[in-house]
């Protein structure tokens, strides 16, 4: 990455899937990204329990002595329901309170495949950038093309114009973890003029009138 500013990235927040059913491919890809992770020193931060491909990168990471940290709402662990937590665990009320605490402690977002849950997850942080509530970088591991449909399906909405070039920047891609991790680091954030002078202030839930159209 020579002649390449390069992001400060301590702690990445991996939304992935719980399903036990999975691709050889895609656990072993999980593992690297784990350890990739680690080596770099970067820590994690995950939606907590054991099952699935959340169960596995936080499992790597935590091999190589690098802090993993699970968000997860209080209703998961009722009756050990996603297993035990590699590290150490938040509890929290609700599904958005906890995303907001991922996108508060995390320096950057990677999707792994997953079901809606990981969609939901990763299209709220693209939002959340899009509307500059944070400018961290966001990238998909595209294991054996899995993003294929969902990355041509973004292309076609910019193309529709439904999504700007600008915004289409926000999303990330990358075939290795090491590629992706890399993208994140050297990711420089452009936010919409327009947008970014939205006000988000928890101390008052009124915007400032804008006179644009937003093609959300």
């Given amino acids: 990455m020579e002649g390449v500013s390069v992001r400060k990235i301590k702690k990445i927040c991996v939304f992935c899937g719980a399903n036990s059913r999975k691709d050889v491919a895609f656990v072993n890809a999980t593992f690297h990204l784990g350890e990739v992770l680690g080596k770099r020193k970067i820590d994690l931060v995950y939606g907590g329990g054991k099952l699935g491909l959340m169960g596995c990168v936080s ?109 289409r920047k926000i999303l990330i891609s990358a075939t290795t973890a090491d590629e992706l991790v890399d993208k994140l680091q050297a990711f420089r954030f452009e936010s919409d003029p327009a947008l970014s002078k939205l006000k988000w202030s928890p101390s008052s839930s009124q915007k400032e009138k804008l006179d644009l159209t937003l093609r959300l």
């Fill in 59 to 167: 499992t790597a990471v935590a091999q190589h002595e690098r802090q993993v940290l699970g968000i997860i709402p209080s209703a998961f662990t009722v009756n050990n329901l996603v297993g035990e937590t590699c590290g150490k665990e938040i509890k929290v009320a609700t599904m958005q309170e906890r995303l907001v605490m991922m996108m508060e402690l995390s320096d950057a977002f990677i999707a792994l495949p997953g079901g809606f849950g990981t969609l939901e997850e990763l299209f709220q942080m693209i939002s959340w950038a899009q509307l500059s509530i944070h400018n961290k970088p966001i990238g998909v591991l595209n294991i054996n093309g899995f993003f294929n449909g969902l990355l041509s399906f973004v292309d076609h909405a910019v193309k529709q114009e439904f999504i700007t070039p600008r915004a």
